[in-house]
């Protein structure tokens, strides 16, 4: 539980009230940690507390509220921030990713019905992102919440729910990629590593991907870049692309400096991808002649998925070994030592896992 700003995490039991209408309660296997939750703790994300953290995770149905009909007790499950409503504005128009109706009250760490189920005494305690995945049990609505086969192992489900369904989703729904398409990959972190093996499930032609730390670059080739480059090289870019630039940047930095590079690395009328989170107060100037080239810069958030259609898809890819998830993690920790969890993430980078007993 996040009490306030920069405090460690406490560990302790509260009450979690019953799934209502289109909820479910869930008994928590696994949760994976993300940088997300770090941004969370030191305020470049602002939410009202306590609350509980997590947003990553996976578990199993233990019970099911009214009008579920996706779910039932005992069903293996995969958690996502990005639940929806179904039947509002964006999601009629196939946008559930920015579905309002529930994006309003997760921002302000309610479930879809402007409540929590957390509380303490007579106090609430608020949802992070709609799952609050760091908790033994949790309540979450129903399109948050993906059925799994159940020979996903949990080590597996417990990471997808957020940098792999927002990289892959970037090359499959917000950038669309053809195959035999040309592709920049900016960081290799679980972002850039997962935009790279869908690059590759696509039939991309050539993947360049950029990452300042060297010892990354072995992880990063085997995922599939062909070249691995230190720094955005817009030479290195044109020599490998005929003198053209690639049709695709997929930023997962954001900084001004990344987004600039990338737009200069796509050839004319490319598309830039921004994956990556800016600073939300980040103003950046840009050279409005690229547009004149009829370059592009793309948004997408959570790699415009829908988590109930995109996240099964991609668990295919591993069962078909296609997308490599196995020793994803770089650790993993108790709920009790979520602290130590944090800390390995902002010293080393990378992806833990937190256990429960
Ligand atoms: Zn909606
Ligand atoms: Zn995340």
Redesign the pocket.
């Known amino acids: 539980m996040l009490e306030s700003r920069n405090a460690p995490l406490s560990v302790r039991e509260v009450s979690l009230s019953e799934p209502r209408e289109r909820e479910v309660l869930v008994k928590m296997e696994m949760a ?1 940690l ?4 770090l941004n969370a703790i030191v305020g470049h994300t602002r939410y009202d507390m306590p609350l509980v953290l997590g ?2 995770g996976a578990g199993t149905v233990v019970r099911a509220g009214r009008n579920v009909t996706s779910l039932k007790e005992g069903d293996r499950v995969v958690l996502s ?1 990005a639940a929806f409503c179904g039947d509002c504005f964006f999601c009629n128009k196939g946008l559930n990713h920015q579905c309002h109706t529930v994006a309003w009250p997760r921002g302000k760490g309610l479930l879809p019905d402007w409540t929590t189920r957390f509380s303490e005494g007579d106090k609430p305690i608020f949802h992070f ?1 709609g799952v609050s995945s760091f908790s033994e049990y949790t309540v979450v609505y129903e399109t948050g919440c993906v059925k799994v086969d159940d020979d996903i192992p949990f080590e597996v489900a417990s990471v997808v ?3 792999v369904v ?1 990289g892959i989703g970037a090359v499959y729904n917000s950038a669309g990629v053809e195959k035999g398409s040309t592709a920049l990959v900016v960081g290799g972190g679980n972002v850039g590593i997962s935009v790279i093996q869908a690059l590759k499930i696509k039939g991309a032609a050539l993947i360049i991907a950029v990452d300042p730390k060297a010892e990354k670059h072995t992880l990063i080739k085997d995922a599939g870049a062909d070249i691995v480059l230190s720094d955005i090289s817009i030479d290195e870019i044109r020599k490998a692309t005929g003198g053209f630039g690639v049709d695709y940047a997929f930023d997962g930095v954001a900084t001004e400096e990344t987004l600039n590079a990338s737009l200069a690395a796509v050839r004319r009328a490319g598309i830039v991808v921004m994956v990556g989170y800016p600073h939300p107060l980040a103003k950046y100037s840009v050279q409005p002649i690229e547009f004149h080239l009829e370059k592009r810069i793309v948004g997408s958030l959570y790699g415009s998925s829908n988590p109930v259609r995109d996240i099964p898809r991609l668990l295919d890819f591993y069962k078909q070994g296609r997308l490599k998830l196995d020793g994803f993690s770089s650790g993993s920790y108790r709920l009790e030592e979520i602290n130590e969890a944090i800390k390995a993430l902002e010293n080393n980078g990378g992806k833990y896992t937190i256990t429960f007993n």
Not at 34 to 37: I, M
């Open positions: 994976g993300c940088r997300s939750d947003h990553e921030w992102n729910g957020c940098s927002t």
